[in-house]
């Protein structure tokens, strides 16, 4: 018996070093790769030359609010789509953009093709995107790559592209690189006017898809010389070792620049997206859409994780400290959307200092009924009763819908503190936003602004649109207002019993620093 332990212990430990080894040489040729691959660096580019239709909108803006920058909500996904597709139609010398998905679908092909128009008329554009996304939509974008005005770099690729089994090996042995994702969402225009918020891009995000799952999502967009600020971050992100430009990962790969322009006019003239177009672009108007809403404040800050974070380095804040400093300095009341809620000990035992000191804490997330990562909510619903004890307000966003429609989901990031000052960004309040992802958000005071915040949370929170949770003696409730439901539910309402079961099973799964 003793024999067979020791021969036992052995093979394990040969495993552990085999792995190990493994793990290490494959780390070592991904460095070495990196380092071939890369490209030279680039900046945005200055505000020089000819001036510019973007140029021409904000110069007689910025004179008459010095020292001052401009923001607009983007609530309404309408809205959000045609800040993008306008800005881009208006930019005349470059648009550098940073996604964690972009889609292939209705709005994201309409995106594409705003793209190609700009890089047509002569307009530098630089797209990076989190690769985690990207694999199995290569083609696509290696088409873009192939225009002369645009360059795709992928943030931390894998390498071995085509080969499912080569794939899982690498992200296998380099599951701790891999882990760690570009999560910010940024658009700018001829560095005059940047996008920042939640949204990716594809049709949920923009309600481009009659019938399908739409998300409630927030984006704020920002005018003035905090647009520089962002300018820089988005080159700190481009510039990095670990992205790297599309093409270098297919190097042989040919693209029929022919066919692809076809392909993208086919989706652009489908009679869905000319109905999208209608409704969306039709009533606004670049110069007074892009103007007209824009409130003035000297109080904006930009919240942006350091690039190598993407390392584990900690060499300047994180946007997670940041909130967290920003919590803290509440006095009457903070609200929190965040669709998904991981807080983990730290960030739960700072809510509960606040309402221990009387601050009004309130949350919305996304309810088991319309969440779409029940591995995330399983995490979620061993904090509910805790929080809720220290007296916290729990809303679950139920995502109502009209019968035979998938029900919405929430997907905004908001945090409003003493309804005088907000952050709109990227960042959840979960573990894998404050230690594996990087972030971007807006810091900023303005109450025109925060009233906007203050209402859509409001109008999420109205029991129409969501539950609100209470303790009971330990046991949880959920106050539900729908046609043929009690009043009053002990278990999740309108969640089917497998995602009832499976959120459970998730949570018991020693996961929640990865969600």
Same mark, same amino acid.
Request: proline share 5%; aromatic share 10%; with cysteine.
């Given at each position: ?290 103007? *007209?809403?824009? @409130?003035?404040? =000297? $109080?904006?800050?930009? #919240? ?7 390392? !584990? /380095? ?84 139920? *995502?109502?819908? @009209?019968?035979? =429609? $998938?029900?919405?989901? #929430? ?7 003493? !309804? /005088? ?95």
């Amino acid at each position: 018996m003793i024999v067979t332990s020791i021969k036992v212990l052995a093979w394990i430990a040969a495993a552990a070093i085999l792995t190990g080894l493994a793990s290490w040489l494959a780390h070592w040729s991904y460095r070495r790769f990196l380092r071939s691959a890369r490209r030279p660096a680039s900046a945005a580019l200055p505000r020089e030359g000819p001036s510019t239709a973007l140029d021409a909108l904000f110069d007689p803006l910025e004179r008459q609010y010095p020292g001052q920058n401009g923001l607009m909500t983007l609530l309404d996904n309408a809205d959000a789509f045609a800040a993008r597709r306008l800005s881009a139609a208006q930019a005349g010398r470059s648009l550098d953009l940073m996604y964690f998905i972009w889609r292939t679908d209705l709005a994201g092909w309409l995106l594409i093709d705003s793209l190609v128009a700009a890089a047509d008329r002569g307009v530098r554009v630089r797209l990076l995107l989190d690769d985690v996304n990207v694999q199995g939509f290569d083609r696509v974008f290696l088409a873009l790559s192939q225009h002369p005005k645009i360059e795709v770099r992928l943030f931390n690729p894998t390498r071995y592209r085509g080969h499912v089994l080569l794939r899982t090996l690498e992200l296998a042995l380099g599951l701790a690189r891999f882990n760690r994702r570009m999560h910010g969402k940024l658009w700018i225009a001829d560095g005059r006017l940047a996008v920042i918020g939640a949204r990716n891009i594809g049709d949920t995000y923009f309600g481009a898809d009659e019938g399908n799952r739409i998300s409630v999502d927030a984006d704020m967009m920002l005018v003035g010389s905090r647009v520089t600020e962002v300018s820089a971050v988005f080159d700190s992100f481009w510039n990095l070792g670990l992205s790297l430009p599309i093409v270098a990962l297919w190097p042989a790969f040919k693209v029929n620049r022919g066919a692809f322009r076809r392909r993208l006019a086919r989706h652009v003239q489908s009679p869905q997206s000319r109905r999208f177009l209608a409704q969306t672009m039709a009533e606004r108007p670049a110069g007074t859409f892009l103007t *007209g809403r824009l @409130r003035w404040t =000297d $109080k904006v800050q930009l #919240l942006a994780d350091p690039p190598d974070k993407a390392y !584990g /380095q900690r060499t300047a804040p994180w946007v997670s400290t940041a909130i967290t400093g920003i919590l803290s300095s509440a006095r009457r009341e903070v609200r929190l959307i965040t669709p998904y809620f991981v807080p983990g000990e730290t960030g739960a035992a700072s809510l509960t200092a606040l309402a221990a000191r009387g601050v009004k804490v309130s949350l919305l997330t996304n309810a088991l009924s319309a969440t779409d990562l029940i591995l995330v909510f399983g995490a979620y619903r061993h904090y509910r009763a805790p929080l809720l004890a220290t007296g916290i307000s729990i809303h679950e966003y139920s *995502g109502l819908t @009209r019968p035979g =429609d $998938k029900r919405n989901v #929430l997907h905004s990031k908001v945090f409003i503190v003493d !309804g /005088q000052q907000a952050v709109v960004g990227s960042l959840n309040f979960d573990l894998r936003s404050a230690f594996s992802n990087t972030e971007l958000g807006l810091l900023f005071e303005e109450p025109e602004l925060v009233a906007d915040l203050t209402r859509m949370f409001d109008a999420a929170t109205a029991p129409e649109q969501s539950y609100l949770v209470s303790g009971n003696e330990g046991a949880l409730q959920w106050a539900v207002q729908r046609p043929g439901l009690p009043a009053v539910m002990s278990v999740e309402p309108e969640a089917s019993w497998n995602r009832r079961v499976l959120s459970w099973m998730v949570g018991c799964l020693p996961i929640q620093s990865f969600l």
